[in-house]
C-alpha cells in the first residue's frame, strides 16, 4: 500500500486494540505519536523506540489533548470504557464525553481526519450490553458529534464499529463489512486494527460508518480489498 506520508495520533495506544494499531503502523512505516496516561506502560509495551512519541495525558484533560494533537493531521481513536470494573470511569465519561472532547480540541488543532473504533450493535438500545451504563447509548453519542464534527468540507472521518473482540493474529480470516448495524459475529483485534490504518487514506471508507466482522479463515496478504464491499 502507499505510505501515508502525515502523523498519525494513537489514543489508547496501551490499550489491547491500540497495542494493534500501533504494530500496524509501525509494520506500514507511517510516521505516529502516542497519546497515553503511563508513560512506563507505553516503555513497556513498545520499548524505548517510543519515548520521543510519547504525550502523557487523559482525554479527560483539555490542555493534555491540545498538546497530543499538535502536529498530527490523522487521529485513531481507541478508547473504550471497561464496565466491568466498577471502579473505572463510567462509559459516559469515556465513550461519551473524552470522545468528544478529543474530537472537538483534535479539529481546532488541525487534525484533518479522524478513525474512531466504535462497536456493533450502537443503534440496538436494546442490546444486552446496553445494561452496563448505557455503554452503546454512550458510543452512538460519542460517534454522532464525529460524524458532525469531522463531516465538514476539509476534513474527513471514519466510524469502524467491530464485532466481539478477540486475540488472534491479523490478516488469517477473510473480513466482512456491512452497513445499517445489521450483522453480529467477531473480529480479531489486529485486524480492527489493520482496518483503522489502511482507512486513513483509502476513499473507500472516507465519512464512512461501518460494521466489521470475521468470516471463514482465509490468510490475506492485504485487506484493501475487503473496502470494495462498501461500494
Not at 38 to 45: F, Y
Not at 206 to 214: A, C, K, P, S, V
Amino acid at each position: 500500500m502507499k505510505r501515508y506520508s502525515g502523523t498519525v495520533l494513537v489514543v489508547g495506544a496501551t490499550g489491547k486494540t491500540g497495542q494493534w494499531v500501533v504494530k500496524r503502523l509501525q509494520h506500514y512505516g507511517f510516521d505516529y505519536r502516542l497519546f497515553v496516561r503511563s508513560g512506563e506502560k507505553a516503555l513497556e509495551k513498545f520499548g524505548p523506540e517510543v519515548t520521543d512519541k510519547l504525550t502523557i495525558g487523559s482525554a479527560e484533560h483539555e490542555l493534555e489533548i491540545v498538546a497530543a494533537c499538535r502536529h498530527a493531521d490523522a487521529l485513531i481513536c481507541a478508547l473504550g470504557s471497561n464496565v466491568m470494573d466498577p471502579e473505572a470511569p463510567p462509559p459516559s465519561a469515556i465513550d461519551r464525553d473524552a470522545v468528544i472532547r478529543l474530537a472537538t480540541l483534535a479539529k481546532a488543532e488541525g487534525v484533518k481526519t479522524f478513525i474512531l473504533i466504535s462497536s456493533l450493535a450502537v443503534t440496538r438500545p436494546e442490546h444486552p450490553l446496553n445494561k452496563y451504563g448505557r455503554v452503546l447509548d454512550m458510543k452512538l453519542a460519542g460517534e454522532n458529534e464525529v460524524r458532525r464534527l469531522f463531516g465538514e468540507p476539509g476534513f474527513a472521518y471514519t466510524v469502524i464499529r467491530p464485532g466481539g473482540l478477540l486475540d488472534g493474529p491479523p490478516l488469517q480470516h477473510r473480513l466482512i463489512l456491512d452497513t445499517g448495524d445489521r450483522i453480529t459475529g467477531s473480529i480479531d483485534r489486529s485486524d480492527v486494527a489493520e482496518i483503522a490504518v489502511l482507512s486513513i487514506d483509502a476513499p473507500e471508507t472516507r465519512n464512512r460508518t461501518f460494521e466489521l466482522i470475521r468470516a471463514e479463515e482465509a490468510p490475506q496478504e492485504s485487506l484493501l480489498s475487503c473496502f470494495r464491499q462498501l461500494n
